[in-house]
């Protein structure tokens, strides 16, 4: 089975950029569509962006739209967040997913593999 690790977070101000990663094992990568998810002190762990399996396709949340981007290189066996214009509301742990499944979903239950999360804090 797939294991994740996020990388990237850290500490910025508002209107900053910062770029996650996703880095996973194996050799079966390209057949899991991937997400990013976040989760604010408490909140619920929410949606935040999905990729397909080829990353042909993509989905965002209203909130990020606009101003981040999913990416994968699936011979790097590596997803990525592009964050742009971070504001104070986007502070959260950031979750990397993995799921076995054909479409690009934002349920976090159809998601089955999960990193650790990296801590992005936006400053005001």
């Known amino acids: 089975q797939v294991q994740l690790v996020e990388s990237g977070g850290g500490l910025v101000q508002a209107g900053d950029s910062l770029r996650l990663s996703c880095a996973a094992s194996?050799?079966?990568?390209?057949?899991?569509?991937m997400g990013w998810f976040r989760q604010a002190p408490g909140k619920e762990r929410e949606f935040v962006a999905t990729?397909?399996?080829?990353?042909?396709?993509?989905r965002y949340a209203e909130s990020v739209k606009g101003r981040f981007t999913i990416s994968r290189d699936n011979a790097k066996n590596t997803m990525y967040l592009q964050m742009i214009s971070l504001k104070p509301e986007d502070t959260a742990v950031y979750y990397c997913?993995?799921?076995?499944?054909?479409?690009?979903?934002?349920?976090?239950?159809?998601?089955?593999?999960w990193g650790q999360g990296t801590q992005v804090t936006v400053s005001s």
């Open positions: 997913a993995a799921a076995s499944i054909i479409a690009i979903s934002a349920i976090t239950n159809e998601y089955h593999t």
């Open positions: 194996g050799r079966t990568f390209s057949s899991y569509t």
């Open positions: 990729i397909s399996r080829s990353g042909g396709s993509t």
